[in-house]
């Protein structure tokens, strides 16, 4: 984090000098050097605007260094397809209550992972909870009734997952992908645990009742 801001004040301070240089060279008529000084400036301005963009990503992302419990989800029915998750995670004080429809629900999750010559800057993974979604067993439920889904963070102005998302050429050394857990059922009183590893998010049974469904759901 210290050294994407540091790297981000001395591109700031590279394009403050190709301005300065620009506009001396333009008084003095010089359209050559000036247009040179321009393209200068422009580059360091891209560099510095990214390393800012990674630097304010870093801060708003959770680092992932090794396989870390998020939290857990309790689900109780409060009427046939349809539950209430209570979301419990580690890192807030106050649980989130969601409505789910169907027979089964996800969690994703935003991932960042670096890629040559990033890793050069020694940076670990980053991840964001994105979202929470149920959905019907049947195809022909899932096509004809409601589906739920929420999102679990706000959106961000500086956002190097959706920028690399968006324009993957201009964040080479950047991987931006879906850390999705897979579909589970949901089960009156059933509790799982979500850890969060290098691939995606992962979500076990914690309860006989979440066992129970996992068991029947196999079937």
Same mark, same amino acid.
């Given at each position: 984090?210290?050294?994407?801001?540091?790297?981000?004040?001395?591109?700031?301070?590279?394009?403050?000098?190709?301005?300065?240089?620009?506009?001396?060279?333009?008084?003095?008529?010089?359209?050559?050097?000036?247009?040179?000084?321009?393209?200068?400036?422009?580059?360091?301005?891209?560099?510095?605007?990214?390393?800012?963009?990674?630097?304010?990503?870093?801060?708003?992302?959770?680092?992932?260094?090794?396989?870390?419990?998020?939290?857990?989800?309790?689900?109780?029915?409060?009427?046939?397809?349809?539950?209430?998750?209570?979301?419990?995670?580690?890192?807030?004080?106050?649980?989130?209550?969601?409505?789910? =429809?169907?027979?089964?629900?996800?969690? *994703?999750?935003?991932?960042?992972?670096? /890629?040559? $010559?990033?890793?050069?800057? @020694?940076? %670990?993974?980053?991840?964001?909870?994105?979202?929470?979604?149920?959905?019907?067993?049947?195809?022909?439920?899932?096509?004809?009734?409601?589906?739920?889904?929420?999102? =679990?963070?706000?959106?961000?102005?500086? *956002?190097?997952?959706?920028?690399?998302? /968006?324009? $993957?050429?201009?964040?080479? @050394?950047? %991987?931006?992908?879906?850390?999705?857990?897979?579909?589970?059922?949901?089960?009156?009183?059933?509790?799982?645990?979500?850890?969060?590893?290098?691939?995606?998010?992962?979500?076990?049974?914690?309860?006989?009742?979440?066992?129970?469904?996992?068991?029947?759901?196999?079937?």
């Amino acid at each position: 984090m210290n050294l994407l801001l540091a790297a981000s004040a001395v591109f700031a301070l590279i394009t403050l000098y190709f301005v300065f240089s620009m506009f001396r060279h333009a008084r003095r008529r010089r359209p050559v050097r000036a247009t040179r000084s321009l393209a200068g400036g422009a580059v360091f301005a891209c560099a510095g605007g990214a390393s800012t963009m990674l630097a304010f990503s870093y801060f708003g992302y959770f680092q992932l260094v090794d396989e870390q419990v998020i939290g857990q989800i309790k689900f109780s029915e409060s009427a046939p397809e349809q539950y209430v998750a209570r979301l419990m995670l580690e890192n807030e004080k106050r649980d989130r209550m969601f409505e789910i =429809l169907g027979d089964e629900w996800q969690m *994703d999750a935003r991932v960042v992972t670096w /890629k040559p $010559p990033m890793t050069l800057l @020694g940076l %670990d993974p980053i991840f964001q909870l994105d979202r929470l979604s149920g959905r019907y067993s049947e195809v022909e439920e899932e096509l004809s009734k409601h589906r739920s889904a929420h999102a =679990l963070s706000e959106p961000a102005t500086l *956002d190097v997952w959706q920028f690399a998302r /968006k324009y $993957p050429k201009l964040m080479p @050394g950047v %991987d931006a992908h879906y850390g999705t857990a897979t579909y589970l059922p949901m089960a009156h009183g059933a509790i799982f645990e979500v850890t969060m590893t290098r691939t995606g998010l992962v979500a076990r049974p914690v309860n006989d009742a979440a066992r129970e469904a996992i068991g029947e759901w196999g079937q």
